[in-house]
C-alpha cells in the first residue's frame, strides 16, 4: 500500500519548509539556516571525486554509464551470485530540476536480477589526526513505474569501505514511498533490519541530498533539501576500519522477475573530505509559542553541550552574538530544543547553534 508519512515535498533550494513567507520571521529563519552552515574547517576541502556527467567530462549520452569515466557496477541474483546488470546510462533529455545531462539506473532488468549496484571507486583512507567528515551530495529523482510494469521497487544510496564492507544505506522505497535507513548491524546470517525515519518522498520530485560521515567521531547525519533526516547514527557498529571505498546508487528489485519500470536519475554527484573535529550543528525552527517564545532545534550530537545564539543585524554589517540558551543535545538522535522567549520583541533576529567544551 502506497501511503505518505512526512513528506520531502517541498523544493529544492527552497525556503525551510512550513514557514509562511509573509511572516517577519522568514528572515530569521534563513539567516538561521544560514549561519548554521558555518563549519569549523580547520584547512581545505578536499574533493575526492565529482561529475555532473557531462560532455566536456567525457561522458557520452545514451550509452550505460558503466565502462565510461570509471564507473562500474554489479547486479546480483538472490543467491548473490553475479548476474546480467540491468538499465543504467547516461541521458540528455530535458528534464525539470536537472541541467545537461544526467545518469540513471532502473528502468528494465533481466529475471534473475535481485539488485544491482553502480559506482565510481573513491578510494579513500584518511591519515590525517582527526579523522576528517567526508560529505556526500547528490540531485536525485525516482521516477515512478507505468502500467507497462506496475511494479515498485527500492532504491539506495549505500557508502561502503575499501574492503567492500557496507556501512550505511539510506533506502527509498517505491512501493510505500517511505524513506528508511539500514546499518551495518548485521547478527551471523541475519540481515539488518530496515528502518522507517519517518519522511517519505514523492515520485517525480528533485530532491539534493548529503550525507556527512563524521569519520572521527563515527557518526553520519542525513539531510535532503537542507533538512536533517537522521543525525548522529554510527558509521560501524562492528568495529570496521572507517575508509570510503565507494558510494553507490543501487535498484532492489523487490520481487525479480517482476520488475517495475521505476528508476532514478541523479547529478551533481560529488564527495569531499573536510578537516573538521565535529559535526557542525544545525538548527531548524520548531514555531513560536502563545507567549510569544521562539522555539528552535539544534541538530548536533548526543552529549555535546550546545549554546543558542542570537544577534540584530546592523547597518554597518557588525554583529554581535548574545546567548539565549544552553543545553546538552539528548541521546539517541542528538537533538536539543531551546527557546528565545524575547523574540516577538526583537523580529530581525538571527540565530546561530555553536558548541561548547
Not at 539510506?170 to 546470517?189: H, P
Not at 522477475?257 to 551533481?268: A, E, L, S
Amino acid at each position: 500500500m502506497r501511503r505518505s508519512t512526512h513528506p520531502l515535498g517541498f523544493p529544492r533550494s527552497s525556503r525551510l519548509p512550513g514557514v509562511p513567507s509573509h511572516t517577519g520571521t522568514v528572515l530569521v529563519l534563513a539567516l538561521a539556516a544560514a549561519s548554521a552552515c558555518d563549519l569549523p574547517v580547520r584547512g581545505q576541502t578536499r574533493i575526492l571525486y565529482e561529475t555532473g556527467f557531462e560532455a566536456f567530462e567525457g561522458f557520452k549520452a545514451d550509452q550505460d554509464l558503466i565502462g565510461q569515466g570509471g564507473w562500474v557496477g554489479f547486479a546480483g541474483d538472490l543467491a548473490g551470485k553475479a548476474t546480467d546488470p540491468g538499465g543504467n546510462g547516461v541521458l540528455a533529455q530535458p528534464l525539470p530540476g536537472f541541467n545537461g545531462q544526467y545518469a540513471y539506473i532502473g528502468y528494465t532488468a533481466p529475471d534473475t536480477t535481485a539488485d544491482f549496484s553502480l559506482w565510481k571507486p573513491v578510494q579513500f583512507k584518511p591519515t590525517s589526526t582527526p579523522l576528517p567528515l567526508v560529505r556526500f551530495q547528490v540531485a536525485f529523482q525516482i521516477e515512478d513505474s507505468t502500467e507497462a510494469a506496475p511494479f515498485f521497487d527500492s532504491f539506495r544510496w549505500s557508502v561502503y569501505s575499501l574492503t567492500e564492507h557496507r556501512f550505511l544505506s539510506l533506502d527509498f522505497d517505491n512501493e510505500t514511498l517511505s524513506v528508511n535507513y539500514i546499518l551495518d548491524d548485521a547478527k551471523g546470517q541475519t540481515p539488518p533490519p530496515i528502518v522507517p525515519t519517518g519522511f517519505s518522498f514523492e515520485p517525480g520530485q528533485a530532491y539534493d541530498l548529503e550525507i556527512d560521515l563524521n569519520l572521527q567521531r563515527n557518526q553520519w547525519t542525513a539531510r535532503i533539501n537542507g533538512q536533517a533526516i537522521l543525525t548522529s547514527l554510527p558509521i560501524t557498529s562492528v568495529g570496521e576500519a572507517l575508509t570510503v571505498g565507494d558510494i553507490d546508487p543501487a535498484w532492489v528489485i523487490l520481487t525479480p522477475g517482476k520488475p517495475g519500470d521505476n528508476f532514478i536519475v541523479f547529478d551533481d554527484y560529488r564527495v569531499s573530505a573536510i578537516p573538521l573535529t565535529e559535526i557542525p550543528p544545525r538548527l531548524e525552527p520548531v514555531g513560536l509559542l502563545h507567549t510569544g517564545a521562539f522555539v528552535l532545534r539544534i541538530l548536533g550530537e548526543p552529549g555535546v553541550t550546545y549554546a543558542l545564539e542570537a544577534a540584530r543585524l546592523q547597518g554597518s554589517g557588525a554583529v554581535t552574538w548574545e546567548p539565549i540558551g544552553v543545553g546538552v543535545a539528548q541521546s539517541p538522535n542528538g537533538t536539543l530544543d531551546l527557546q528565545d522567549s524575547a523574540a516577538a520583541q526583537f523580529p530581525d533576529r538571527v540565530y546561530r547553534a555553536v558548541s561548547r567544551p
